[in-house]
């Protein structure tokens, strides 16, 4: 996924793409686009149609949701397709705390101040509908541990900890082990007593690291298609056999009654496909993407003595964060995008220039690299590469060559 031919914008040199953005998202696999091709074609019914088309398109389906059951360890009846991350991530949080209110009245949510916004705005609409919500301080990377143990032991109302597996600026691993761990010790069984239900939003994760349900403890799981090479518009949910919850989309009653509308079988099969072939293939790329970003960052302090490391060393080496103060990462993105080199910055420097103290929750609009501890003032001069399995050596090459061209102009305020 390094290179891509063309580009709309014209790309100076001989119209080669590097693109450094695949935590946004990733260039579709041609074997997932064959997949998909021949699901367009031959598996094009309804799934819930009891004819010969119909009863193919469902087959198609649930060989693709077995593939990925088995590729988080998972039961193929726990898991439900949805249209992505974002979807899985509000379905999981609001569909478990409604199925908890209607028994046990409005609870409490506990959730990191790093999660991405389809986590933190969720959890501030429960806010709003008389739900109590705290937020753990990741400061550094290091997760409140500590805090979660005591918000545990002081409430008996907790109905779901979500906290996500890798964060997607920058690159924290988070314990989710250990969290599930802590909420198993509070005791009981899920929703049928006290203990609290476990989510995880994946994304980031899911074909990257080891993101195994049973090993994880968790009782929900996020993950979807288009960060490892399918397609967009599709993702999944894992929920966890009896763990109960509340349909937000009310309808056919496809997805066991959890999701309903007619589900999308050619993406399904990419999902499965793209899935398939990232997973297979993990070890062997999170080996060759760790010596990539150890590439960059190498080079990288080689020619700026101010180089601010914000990606920690056990954080996932998909995501490579630093910092240059004094560069400009609007300038420097463009001057890369003109040529054909494709990265990014904090989603927060574009969300919001507000200040927010180190380990402080801001219930709106909240800045990542400040709640992580950072100076307000690198919010203008960080950066984001983010890689795959297919970004080479000569991606790398070709980036730092220009990165460090665009920089130098940026610091010498040209």
Request: net charge negative.
């Amino acid at each position: 996924m390094g290179e891509m031919e063309g580009h709309a914008d014209g790309v100076l040199g001989e119209g080669r793409i590097v693109y450094l953005d695949n935590a946004a998202t990733t260039r579709v696999y041609p074997q997932v686009r064959a997949v998909m091709a021949d699901a367009f074609e031959n598996a094009f019914g309804n799934p819930s149609s009891a004819h010969c088309v119909g009863r193919r398109a469902k087959r198609l389906m649930e060989e693709s949701r077995e593939t990925l059951a088995g590729l988080v360890g998972a039961h193929p009846d726990e898991i439900y397709f949805t249209s992505g991350g974002t979807e899985s991530n509000n379905l999981a949080i609001t569909g478990a705390s409604l199925a908890f209110e209607r028994v046990e009245g409005a609870g409490t949510v506990i959730t990191s101040a790093l999660e991405h916004p389809s986590v933190t705005k969720t959890v501030r609409n429960l806010r709003r509908s008389g739900w109590r919500t705290e937020h753990l301080d990741a400061v550094g990377g290091d997760l409140d541990l500590a805090s979660l143990e005591q918000l545990l032991a002081e409430c008996d109302d907790v109905a779901l900890v979500s906290v996500m597996s890798v964060q997607s600026e920058l690159g924290y691993r988070f314990p989710i082990a250990r969290v599930a761990a802590l909420c198993r010790e509070k005791g009981g069984d899920a929703h049928g007593g006290a203990r609290p239900l476990v989510h995880t939003d994946a994304v980031q994760a899911f074909g990257k690291l080891d993101v195994d349900v049973e090993g994880l403890g968790v009782d929900l799981m996020s993950f979807c298609s288009h960060k490892i090479g399918g397609p967009k518009g599709i993702g999944a949910l894992y929920v966890r056999r009896g763990t109960s919850m509340f349909t937000t989309a009310a309808g056919g009653g496809q997805e066991s009654g959890l999701r309903s509308g007619t589900q999308a079988v050619p993406l399904i099969a990419g999902f499965a496909e793209a899935a398939r072939i990232t997973c297979e293939q993990r070890e062997a790329s999170f080996a060759h993407v760790s010596s990539l970003k150890r590439e960059i960052l190498d080079g990288l302090a080689e020619h700026f003595e101010g180089l601010r490391v914000n990606a920690r060393d056990d954080g996932s080496p998909y995501i490579v964060s630093f910092s240059i103060p004094g560069t400009s990462n609007t300038q420097v993105i463009r001057a890369l995008d003109e040529r054909g080199i494709c990265i990014s910055a904090s989603t927060a420097c574009a969300t919001s220039r507000a200040d927010v103290p180190a380990g402080t929750w801001r219930a709106k609009h909240p800045l990542t690299l400040r709640l992580a501890g950072f100076p307000a003032s690198w919010l203008r001069c960080t950066y984001r590469v983010s890689l795959c399995k297919d970004t080479t050596a000569e991606d790398v090459h070709t980036f730092l060559e220009a990165f460090t061209a665009a920089a130098d102009r940026s610091l010498a305020g040209k």
